[in-house]
């Protein structure tokens, strides 16, 4: 109750910030700032709102698919994969399942407290307005977890949204998906409230040669709501106050093989757009996990992973005074407390009896200030910024209690903090009209998780613990990229980049079915990733390639690993689009979407061999506002191997078929 008292405090006190310019324009945008003039020195991607309505899935990680280079740790979608292996990343810099990029939605991190995790399932594309993809470390607001790049979320405006809108899908499964937002204009504001349900008994995860008795498809169900209001406070401060809330609930393997996750996220932001710009945010998150293994042999439970809590409280405060010169600076500040604990009980997998009860947990804060500028001198746009991070890993903790109620294990491990430091620079320079030149350099943190220091995992029989003397990930690296926009409609970009993760987390074999979370000397990535874009009116074509070269650097007890590549991260990533608008509503398109080998394990013997994916899209006009949509995955039905742990495997989804209506009015 203390937290939430504190959270409704600050939500009060933003408003009442002073208006940095008081004048009689009002108009309320629903984002932050904008973009300072030095964003094209990095790598940026942009993702339009007609894109994020056209995937095959309806899902915001098939959406973030058509970025080559952007990974979920294993191959499955959120419908079908574990919630806690849902990290991700950029880069080929994998190797475990918390996110290495940093994801914001309307300026708030979304990675769960207790595992770095991103409900993908909660974030529903018919919502949002559009995605910018930064590859690449950097500083900035809410730096300290942005290692391998940022993934930022805008919200779509009631404008865009209309008044009301919604769509309903069934496919060749008898699986549904349906949504619906209201969208009112409120005074010189609005407000906008939507919702999502997609549920479904799920397909065979588990090859036919493999399934038995125990054997079930992979049910879901999944729901989420949203609110946010969006008001003028006078002059051009706008107050921007959002919510959601979600459940996701699915069936992994076999029957009883329950897990779910389920949060509550509230924020208040105060955007000023004067002559003095500001953009101040608070947030809480409240989340909760649970997982029950089942034994691949006996078919009986073996841990029941049955209470997660979990907490994120934050904000930022960003403001740009009016410098002139041709400068854009940015000072600000930002806080972020992750707590979380674990209750779970383990059972003897062929008497079913309880053994153990398990508690673990502890507490991670990251303080961060940082300052930024960027320097327009006509053709050349220079940029630089220093950030530094005071951080915290306290109250950390392991007990188990044995059937008895006997304690046989109760550590409290030592607390420990200190300060880091991170950089990033680059330039951007305009050789002729359509052509462009750019370079960058940039270093990052991120740290470790409570569920990498404190919580071990089963994905049976492979067990993994945790490792609570895990040190902070930094990384160092660098770009150079060319932007060539030849005519109009006409648009490619290359970058060549080397980026090099010190100390990377990773889960180290140090027995038969037995791994543990250790800092490896590094993970060293270097490649090239490029991007197309073509738009001649009725016809367009979008494509994205990466070839990453990531290696794992390891001495000592990670000797090993060396020369070795990371766990689940593939050498190549590519997806392609074309795209047809016969006639104004109407929509077909296909996309090709390839990855490469990649290695379940960290000793290079369980492989996962690469897939090629078709995709297609139409939709067609019925009536005014109302359409017809059908959707197509994996058309070729492609067999997708998504685990593999000794020849014990999973499956990613067949060819599923799609057909549904889609209405605004």
Not at 86 to 93: D, K, M, N, P, S
Not at 112 to 123: E, K, N, R
Not at 506 to 523: F, K, P, W
């Amino acid at each position: 109750m203390r937290r939430l008292k504190y959270l409704a405090l600050a939500i009060t006190v933003l408003p009442s910030l002073p208006a940095f310019a008081q004048d009689s324009v009002i108009v309320v945008t629903g984002r932050g700032l904008e973009q300072t003039p030095a964003t094209p020195a990095y790598d940026v991607v942009e993702i339009e709102r007609e894109k994020l309505l056209a995937s095959a899935s309806g899902r915001i990680e098939d959406v973030l698919g058509g970025v080559a280079g952007f990974q979920q740790f294993r191959r499955s979608d959120s419908r079908s994969s574990n919630p806690s292996a849902q990290g991700v990343t950029l880069r080929a810099l994998g190797g475990n399942a918390t996110s290495r990029a940093q994801v914001l939605l309307d300026g708030v991190p979304l990675a769960d407290p207790m595992f770095g995790y991103v409900p993908l399932s909660a974030i529903a594309p018919e919502r949002l307005a559009s995605i910018r993809v930064t590859r690449g470390g950097g500083s900035g607001p809410f730096g300290a977890g942005a290692l391998a790049g940022t993934i930022e979320l805008e919200s779509a405006d009631a404008r865009t949204l209309g008044l009301v809108s919604g769509q309903a899908s069934i496919n060749d499964r008898a699986e549904t998906e349906l949504s619906a937002t209201l969208a009112p204009e409120i005074g010189d504001g609005y407000a906008i409230f939507s919702g999502r349900w997609d549920r479904g008994d799920g397909f065979y995860t588990t090859p036919e040669s493999q399934r038995a008795l125990a054997s079930v498809p992979a049910e879901f169900n999944a729901r989420s709501a949203s609110a946010q209001i969006v008001q003028p406070l006078g002059g051009r401060l706008e107050v921007q106050v959002r919510g959601l809330v979600f459940q996701d609930d699915r069936v992994l393997r076999f029957r009883g093989a329950d897990t779910g996750s389920r949060g509550q996220d509230i924020s208040a932001r105060v955007v000023g757009r004067g002559p003095w710009q500001v953009d101040a945010l608070v947030y809480g998150q409240w989340r909760n996990f649970n997982n029950t293994v089942i034994s691949s042999t006996t078919f009986r439970r073996s841990l029941d992973q049955k209470d997660t809590p979990a907490s994120g409280l934050g904000g930022k405060l960003e403001v740009r005074p009016p410098v002139g010169g041709g400068h854009t600076l940015r000072i600000g500040t930002d806080f972020r407390r992750a707590e979380g604990d674990l209750a779970e009980d383990a059972y003897n997998a062929t008497t079913g009896l309880l053994t153990a009860r398990r508690f673990a947990g502890g507490v991670n804060t990251d303080w961060g200030l940082f300052v930024e500028n960027d320097w327009e001198l006509g053709p050349l746009v220079l940029t630089g910024g220093l950030r530094a991070d005071s951080y915290s890993i306290e109250g950390g903790y392991f007990r188990s209690v044995n059937a008895a109620g006997v304690t046989t294990i109760d550590t409290a491990y030592a607390d420990r903090s200190d300060w880091e430091f991170s950089y990033r620079a680059g330039a951007v320079f305009e050789v002729t009209e359509g052509l462009k030149l750019r370079a960058a350099a940039y270093s990052g943190l991120r740290l470790p998780t409570p569920n990498e220091l404190y919580r071990p995992f089963v994905v049976f029989p492979v067990t993994t613990n945790a490792n609570a003397a895990l040190l902070p990930e930094r990384l160092e690296g660098f770009e150079a990229g060319i932007d060539w926009t030849p005519m109009a409609g006409v648009r490619f970009a290359a970058t060549v980049f080397d980026n090099k993760v010190e100390g990377a987390i990773t889960n180290v074999t140090i027995g038969t079915n037995l791994r543990e979370r250790r800092n490896i000397d590094a993970i060293q990535a270097q490649g090239i990733e490029l991007t197309g874009q073509l738009d001649f009116g009725q016809l367009s074509f979008d494509g994205s390639l990466a070839y990453t070269d990531a290696q794992q650097v390891g001495t000592g007890a990670a000797a090993a690993l060396d020369g070795f590549t990371p766990s689940q991260t593939p050498k190549w990533a590519m997806s392609a689009t074309a795209s047809w608008r016969p006639f104004e509503g109407a929509l077909a398109a296909a996309t090709v979407r390839h990855v490469g080998d990649q290695y379940e394990d960290d000793q290079q013997t369980d492989l996962l061999p690469a897939a090629t994916t078709v995709d297609l899209f139409v939709q067609v006009p019925l009536v005014e506002r109302l359409s017809v949509v059908a959707r197509v995955e994996n058309l070729l039905d492609e067999e997708i191997v998504t685990r593999n742990q000794g020849g014990s495997m999973d499956l990613g989804i067949p060819r599923t078929a799609w057909i549904g209506f889609r209405a605004g009015f």
